[in-house]
């Protein structure tokens, strides 16, 4: 009889990344794996501060690739958006379960919509992105840094501190806050952030039990998508803060789309491109629509919010 495949799964203790990571530890156990679940504290959770601030890309990463190099745990469940696009030596992505609501989400409890809000309303959001597109949208939103677990951005907004905050709706829903969505922004008005709503199943390269368990998980559409949105990224040299928004999907004829932007921190410019390519030729997809963004200037703008 084979040995049953056992895996250590590594995780921050959010109380989002719990939820992400058991979600993949059930859907693995129902497949005969065994697993245990290990927390572990990045940069990102034991440090205060807006992001930018205390290390940027990979503050919610590295600790967890770290373990896994390391054979500490065998399996990271990341939130695809958190993920830098440097590739890290020994590890891969194996395998993208099928993604959630990839757009974001107005809570608000003095207005129903973003057009309505109040001339001048607080926003909070610890997103360059939201900032950008937000601003771009309606200039005279004032901005506010936040950051936090769900329920302490809620309390803080119910607290009257905020009038909107706007968050990822595919946390919101996978948490359970449904009732609190005011409004799914239109994509028209705010690009998501590059993986977003998706998670990333990370493994070493030379761990074939690995890669059969999660094999199973796999949704290649999604997986597909992300890619894009990611050699995107790469191409752009823009990192998980830059004011970047991208949307990759399958359309109806099978092919891969790809819209992207990207703006000016204060949101007076914004660069937009698209494009569509066979599904399995994401990564040129990605990168060809960067080339048009970069012909449009936006290496400028990228590095300008991070001056």
Known sequence: MPQPVSLRIGTRASQLALWQSHWVADQLRARGVEVEVVHIATQGD?????????????????????????????????????LPTERVAGLKLG???????????LISNVAANLESLPQGAMVGTGSNRRRAQLLHFRPDLRMAEIRGNLDTRLRKLD??????????????????WDERITEIVPKSVMLPAVGQGALGLEIREDDEAAQQAISALDDPPTHAA?????????????????????????????????????????GRRRLAASGEAPIDEAGNLGRRVAAELLDQGAADLIAASRA
Do not use: M, N
Not at 48 to 76: C, H, M, N, W, Y
Not at 159 to 176: H, N, S, T
């Open 46 to 82: 034991v440090t205060s501060g807006p992001l930018g601030e205390i290390g940027g890309q990979g503050v919610f990463t590295k600790e967890i690739q770290r373990a896994l190099a390391e054979k500490r745990v065998d399996l990271a469940v990341h939130s695809l958006k958190d």
């Open 95 to 105: 395998a993208v379960p099928p993604r959630a609501a990839a757009g974001d989400a």
């Open 159 to 176: 607290e009257g501190q905020y009038d909107a905050l706007v968050l990822a709706e595919a946390g919101l829903r996978r948490l359970g």
């Open 226 to 266: 992300v890619l894009a949105e990611r050699a995107l990224l790469a191409a752009l040299r823009g990192g998980c803060l830059a004011p970047v928004g991208a949307w990759a999907r399958e359309d109806d004829a099978g092919r891969l789309v790809l819209d992207a932007v990207v703006l000016s921190p204060d």
